[in-house]
Nanobody
């Protein structure tokens, strides 16, 4: 089992920045690819970004490309999502998730989420 705990959410004005953190425990963190997803009210959960086990490969949703950056620190068992130039449409609950490899489609472990609210 992998336990994931997100933090760093909050209320920010449009154009502002936030950095989300997700700390993992329970298994060897570097054995898992990590991702961030989000779910806005009334909408389905959507992919935001993911990163390989070593951190050398990253992928982003078109809606966040150029504004968000996913990075990981395997020594701290932590994955981050740096969010810049935030827009009201970025408002959502943000979840981190873990899977064995980037090639795998399905994420196996999920955190409880952290709320991000962007005011206009």
């Amino acid at each position: 089992q992998v336990q994931l705990v997100e933090s760093g959410g909050g209320l920010v004005q449009a154009g502002g920045s936030l950095r989300l953190s997700c700390v993992a425990s329970g298994r060897t963190f570097s054995n898992y690819a990590m991702g961030w997803f989000r779910q806005a009210p009334g909408k389905e959960r959507e992919f935001v970004a993911e990163i390989s086990r070593s951190g050398d490969r990253t992928y982003y949703a078109d809606s966040v490309k150029g504004r968000f950056t996913i990075i990981r620190d395997n020594a701290k068992n932590t994955v981050y999502l740096q969010m810049n130039s935030l827009k009201p449409e970025d408002t959502a609950i943000y979840y981190c998730a873990a899977k064995r490899t980037l090639a795998t489609t399905t994420y196996d472990y999920w955190g409880q989420g952290t709320q991000v609210t962007v005011s206009s």
